[in-house]
């Protein structure tokens, strides 16, 4: 296994694939969901004994589950490994709640200590009003006081660049946790920019949250390599590949996905810097030179008639520059399902075109892309 200095602060070496605990194997009996705990354990245990030494949980993951299963699994070796967790912010009401979940967290995993305590999902509002605030920042230096967490952390689901303000204005965080992969680098600038601040990055949704993980000539079109190196072999390559990226997160569900994962980690030939631009360079020609290339600016919203041009879009760019197919359509037909706009409702306003930088002939487009993902 891989490691690296997971950023400057913490001190701590991380294995470059860590173990999301999202998707632990679980069962349904009597209408009620529990993780299978015999699984769990020797799945943990092993991936431990193969040198991943980073598991990530979460008050919410697994039916509420999760972190009482990984506390059960890793308690014979809690002294070897690091465990990371995440304050629920919607849950928090006063700036006292949140030792009252961090202690909840404690006794899930039956732990003293948690080595990464993350502010969970924040964006650049809830930053300010629901952390800053209330001072919760403070709470948080006396957890750390105390040794009730090694490490002050936050995960992020926003707009990229509120990342600087939070790393700039939180001053105490040792690490963060963004979404990065081949189909989504929006994070790409602030993971470096958090890495030159001294934070470590662990990276989730490495393999598309599974999108990546089906077979394609995605390889192939990026290199020119007659190579048939497997489509999530390249995708946590990729995130491995990024040097300001500490740890690829992944969600493992079985013994057999963390096997694949762990020989992709211990490849001696990863994407070398070389390698790693080239593939970046060559999603941007794959993404410019197709028939249709939305950047996703969305300026094109809101439609007057309520309907998710680049979120359309973006599926038809995932059937046909890297050849999700499947996923793609299952994806568009998810967005039917939610009641989606499409262009039998569209009123021929011409707002979207007016306000298109790439002057692309959406209306059109539109009625075009749908046929393909129907």
């Known amino acids: 296994m891989r490691y690296r200095d997971y950023g400057t602060r913490s001190g701590d070496k991380i294995s470059i694939l860590g173990f999301g605990c999202m998707r632990l194997p679980e069962f349904e009996r009597n209408g009620k969901w529990y993780v299978d705990q015999e699984k769990t354990t020797e799945m943990l245990l092993r991936a431990a004994e193969l040198g991943v030494n980073y598991f990530d949980t979460g008050y919410f993951y697994c039916n509420k589950n999760s972190e009482r299963a990984v506390g059960e699994a890793l308690k014979p070796i809690r002294d070897k490994v690091m465990i990371s967790t995440k304050l629920p912010m919607g849950e928090i009401r006063e700036s006292h709640d949140y030792r009252g979940w961090l202690e909840n967290s404690l006794r899930e995993l039956d732990t003293d200590y948690i080595d990464y305590y993350h502010f969970w999902a924040l964006g650049l509002q809830s930053f300010r009003e629901e ?16 040794g009730l967490i090694r490490n002050i952390s936050f995960s992020f689901h926003d707009d990229p660049a509120g990342i600087r303000e939070i790393i700039d204005r939180g001053e105490v965080f040792d690490s963060m ?20 601040k001294g934070l470590g990055v662990a990276a989730m949704g490495p393999v598309g949250g599974g999108r990546l993980s089906a077979p394609t000539q995605l390889h192939k079109r990026l290199t020119g390599s007659e190579s048939a190196m497997p489509t999530y072999e390249l995708a946590l390559k990729y995130v491995m590949g990024n040097p300001n990226v500490s740890c690829a997160l992944s969600g493992m569900q079985d013994m057999d996905m963390l096997l694949k994962n762990v020989a992709v980690a211990n490849d001696p030939a990863p994407l070398t810097p070389e390698e790693w631009s080239m593939v970046n360079d060559s999603l941007e020609k794959l993404a ?38 499947d996923h793609a359509k299952k994806e568009h037909g998810k967005y039917l399902e939610k009641s989606g706009k499409t262009s039998a409702d569209c009123t021929d306003c011409g707002f979207c075109e007016s306000k298109c930088p790439q002057k692309l002939a959406i209306r059109k487009e539109l009625a075009r892309v749908e046929r393909v993902l129907a």
Do not use: W
């Open 131 to 146: 952390v800053l605030a209330p001072g919760l920042m403070n709470e948080a230096r006396k957890a750390k006081e105390e």
């Open 177 to 196: 946790l963004v979404q990065y992969n081949l189909l989504d680098r929006a994070n790409e600038e602030m993971i470096a920019y958090a890495a030159s």
């Open 288 to 325: 410019r030179f197709s028939d249709l290339y939305c950047t996703g600016c969305a300026y094109c919203q809101p439609c007057p008639a309520g309907i998710d041009i680049p979120k359309i879009f973006y599926n038809y760019t995932c059937h046909n520059v890297y050849e999700l197919k």
